[in-house]
T-cell receptor, first 111, second 112 residues
Framework: KQEVTQIPAALSVPEGENLVLNCSFT??????LQWFRQDPGKGLTSLLL?????REQTSGRLNASLDKSSGRSTLYIAASQPGDSATYLC??????????FGQGTRLTINP | NAGVTQTPKFRILKIGQSMTLQCAQD?????MYWYRQDPGMGLKLIYY???????DKGEVPNGYNVSRSTTEDFPLRLELAAPSQTSVYFC???????????FGSGTRLTVV
C-alpha cells in the first residue's frame, strides 16, 4: 500500500528565506506527483505537476524535484513571502484513480 | 472560466438527515472525484467517475452514493447522515489523471 509522508508537519521561517518541503513515498511505481497549496478554509490549488519521467518542474519562485527511485520529492520555495503561508500537500498518482495524499506541511512565513 | 464549482460551501445536518453535495465542472473533463478531508489527515477518495454513466467506489465509500448523468455534474448523496461524516468534502476533475487534477473549494459539513 502506498504511503506518502510529509516532513515536517509544520514549519515557521522569517520572510526572505529559501526553504525546502519534503515528501516521501513508499512505492516508486507512480505516474506523476503533484504539489498543492491549501489556504485555511479553502480548496486545493495545484502548484506543480511532475511526470514520472521528469526530474523537476519550475514555476516562478517554486521548484519541485522528483527522485522516483528513492521515493522522494522536494518543493523549494525561493525568497519566501508572508503570502506563501499555507499548507502544502503532495500527492502521488498511482493510476487506477489512486491519488494518494500526504498529510501536508503547514508553512508560516513571519514578516 | 469557473473550473470546479461546489455547493453549498457550508452545511449543518442533523443525524439521520440526507443531503446532496453538488459538483459541476465546465472544462469537459471525463474524470471526476469526491474526496473527504478530516482534520490533520490527508484526503481520502470516496467515489470517482471516468465518464458519464460510469462510477466506482474509492477508499471510503460507505454511507455515500453518487451518480453521473452528464459530463459536467457529479453529485454526492448522503442518505443517513452520521457524526462520522463530519468533514470537508472536495470535488475534483481531470481530463486525464496523467495531466493532474483541478479541485473545487470544498463543502464543510457538520453532522450533529
Amino acid at each position: 500500500k502506498q504511503e506518502v509522508t510529509q516532513i515536517p508537519a509544520a514549519l515557521s521561517v522569517p520572510e526572505g528565506e529559501n526553504l525546502v518541503l519534503n515528501c516521501s513515498f513508499t512505492d516508486s511505481a507512480i505516474y506523476n506527483l503533484q504539489w498543492f497549496r491549501q489556504d485555511p478554509g479553502k480548496g486545493l490549488t495545484s502548484l506543480l505537476l511532475i511526470q514520472s519521467s521528469q526530474r523537476e518542474q519550475t514555476s516562478g519562485r517554486l521548484n519541485a524535484s522528483l527522485d522516483k527511485s528513492s521515493g522522494r520529492s522536494t518543493l523549494y520555495i525561493a525568497a519566501s513571502q508572508p503570502g506563501d503561508s499555507a499548507t502544502y500537500l503532495c500527492a502521488v498518482n498511482q493510476g487506477a484513480q489512486k491519488l494518494v495524499f500526504g498529510q501536508g506541511t503547514r508553512l508560516t512565513i513571519n514578516p | 472560466n469557473a473550473g470546479v464549482t461546489q455547493t453549498p460551501k457550508f452545511r449543518i445536518l442533523k443525524i439521520g438527515q440526507s443531503m446532496t453535495l453538488q459538483c459541476a465542472q465546465d472544462m469537459n473533463h471525463n474524470y471526476m472525484y469526491w474526496y473527504r478531508q478530516d482534520p490533520g489527515m490527508g484526503l481520502k477518495l470516496i467515489y470517482y467517475s471516468v465518464g458519464a454513466g460510469i462510477t466506482d467506489k474509492g477508499e471510503v465509500p460507505n454511507g455515500y452514493n453518487v451518480s453521473r448523468s452528464t459530463t459536467e455534474d457529479f453529485p454526492l448523496r448522503l442518505e443517513l447522515a452520521a457524526p462520522s461524516q463530519t468533514s470537508v468534502y472536495f470535488c475534483a476533475s481531470s481530463p486525464d489523471p496523467n495531466y493532474g487534477y483541478t479541485f473545487g473549494s470544498g463543502t464543510r459539513l457538520t453532522v450533529v
